[in-house]
T-cell receptor, first 113, second 114 residues
Framework: DSGVTQTPKHLITATGQRVTLRCSPR?????VYWYQQSLDQGLQFLIQ???????AKGNILERFSAQQFPDLHSELNLSSLELGDSALYFC????????????FGSGTRLTVV | SQELEQSPQSLIVQEGKNLTINCTSS?????LYWYKQKYGEGLIFLMM?????EEKSHEKITAKLDEKKQQSSLHITASQPSHAGIYLC??????????????FGQGTILTVHP
């Protein structure tokens, strides 16, 4: 157990639907990162939050949004899902917002059918 | 083309053999991170290299950073089946407000036969 908890582990949903992925960072970590891993694109940075504020944004689609709550857990919302959104979505956390030796969660595998 | 190119893409070795994985950047490196991933699982942080010429070791894994060549290498001595997995290098990029976000290479799949 890495200390970063992601739920659910697996998710199967239909095109056009909306889902929410949840992440609880390791105790004491203020920074949360979301990454998407797919066979064709590899591991891609989506977005980073630090202590509740958005810190950096990657190639995150407009259909995707995220937030970090006062208790530091984070949620990634994916809407109007397409087949191409099927991927592994990872959350990672770190104490510092500028040092990337993070701890990764085990991921949420999203399948869009 | 990828910002970070890893070579080889896959590697099959016999237990006990040494091996090297390379990661070459097309842009200036401001540090380099190595992670290991078991298939379908989360990534495990291995090492962070911050300065040119820096070399770090953990158990039988050694990583080096050559800033001039914009390249890092990961060397495993006397490989074991437990070393099998996908090795990914990641680099922070200049600009923006965070050096915490990483661009990753495509990964090197390592298989170790007993």
């Amino acid at each position: 157990d890495s200390g970063v908890t992601q739920t659910p582990k697996h998710l199967i949903t239909a095109t056009g639907q909306r889902v929410t992925l949840r992440c609880s960072p390791r105790s004491g970590d203020l920074s949360v990162y979301w990454y998407q891993q797919s066979l064709d694109q590899g591991l891609q940075f989506l977005i980073q939050y630090y202590n509740g504020e958005e810190r950096a944004k990657g190639n995150i689609l407009e259909r995707f949004s995220a937030q970090q709550f006062p208790d530091l857990h984070s949620e990634l919302n994916l809407s109007s899902l397409e087949l191409g959104d099927s991927a592994l979505y990872f959350c990672a956390s770190s104490a510092s917002p500028d040092v990337a030796g993070y701890t990764f969660g085990s991921g949420t595998r999203l399948t869009v059918v | 083309s990828q910002e970070l190119e890893q070579s080889p893409q896959s590697l099959i070795v016999q237990e006990g053999k040494n091996l090297t994985i390379n990661c070459t950047s097309s842009k200036t490196l401001y540090g380099l991170y190595w992670y290991k991933q078991k298939y379908g699982e989360g990534l495990i942080f291995l090492m962070m290299l911050q300065k040119g010429g820096e070399e770090k070791s953990h158990e039988k894994i050694t990583a080096k950073l050559d800033e001039k060549k914009q390249q890092s290498s990961l060397h495993i001595t006397a490989s074991q089946p437990s070393h099998a997995g996908i090795y990914l290098c990641g680099a922070p990029r200049a600009g923006g407000t965070s050096y915490g976000k990483l661009t990753f290479g495509q990964g090197t799949i390592l298989t170790v036969h007993p």
